[in-house]
């Protein structure tokens, strides 16, 4: 019998792949850790190296030996007490939703002096805690290719929710919606404006 059944649809070119990394969205993912980044001006902001669970596609190209789709999620800088405020409170909220809060909390009691040192503090609770869902947003930036690329951050409110909760907790990402992801403006010659200053780190990685 001529038939389609038990056969799975391609795209056109045949480009039927899973990408290595991920994208905005809301993300099934484990922090497999946190790096302090400095900037030449000085100000640091915290990066979350994060997996998806592990891909089956045959075909799928990992990423330094890890099993899943992975990406780098970066803080705003942290240059004011305000803004150091409010990532500690996201960080608490965090560990509340993976059950690693009173750990990250007893970190205080180390009376660590850099950001540096407080990263590597908690990267074994957050590496060892498990997947939560969390709203990935995004800012686009040129790279030096001319080709475009999206710096990932968490979504200002309502970003995180426990595997209890589920997807369904958080409100899907709306890539037309300024908040979610933050598109380059297009001058006449088509050629991006952007600010070098603090130049995010890609989404796509390459």
């Not at 590496?127 to 200002?156: C, M, P, Q, T």
């Amino acid at each position: 019998m001529i038939s389609t059944q038990g056969i799975q649809s391609t795209t056109p070119s045949g480009n039927n792949f899973t990408p290595s990394y991920i994208n905005i969205g809301v993300q099934y993912l484990k922090i497999n850790s946190i790096e302090a980044e400095v900037a030449s001006t000085g100000s640091t902001r915290m990066v979350f190296n994060v997996e998806t669970e592990p891909v089956a596609d045959e075909n799928f190209k990992h990423f330094d030996g890890n099993a899943g789709q992975t990406g780098k999620i970066s803080t705003f800088y942290l240059k004011t007490e305000s803004q150091q405020r409010e990532f500690f409170a996201n960080l608490l909220l965090i560990a509340d939703k993976l059950g690693v809060k009173a750990e990250i909390e007893a970190v205080n009691e180390k009376n660590l002096g850099s950001f540096e040192s407080y990263a590597a503090a908690i990267t074994p609770i957050f590496n060892k805690a498990g997947y939560a869902w969390f709203r990935i947003a995004g800012d686009e930036y040129e790279k030096n290719n001319g080709k475009i690329g999206v710096s990932l951050r968490f979504s200002r409110f309502g970003f995180v929710a426990s595997t209890a909760e589920g997807e369904s907790h958080l409100k899907p990402i709306d890539p037309n919606n300024t908040y979610d992801l933050k598109k380059l403006e297009v001058i006449k010659d088509e050629s991006p404006i952007v600010n070098s200053e603090n130049l995010p780190y890609s989404g796509n990685m390459y």
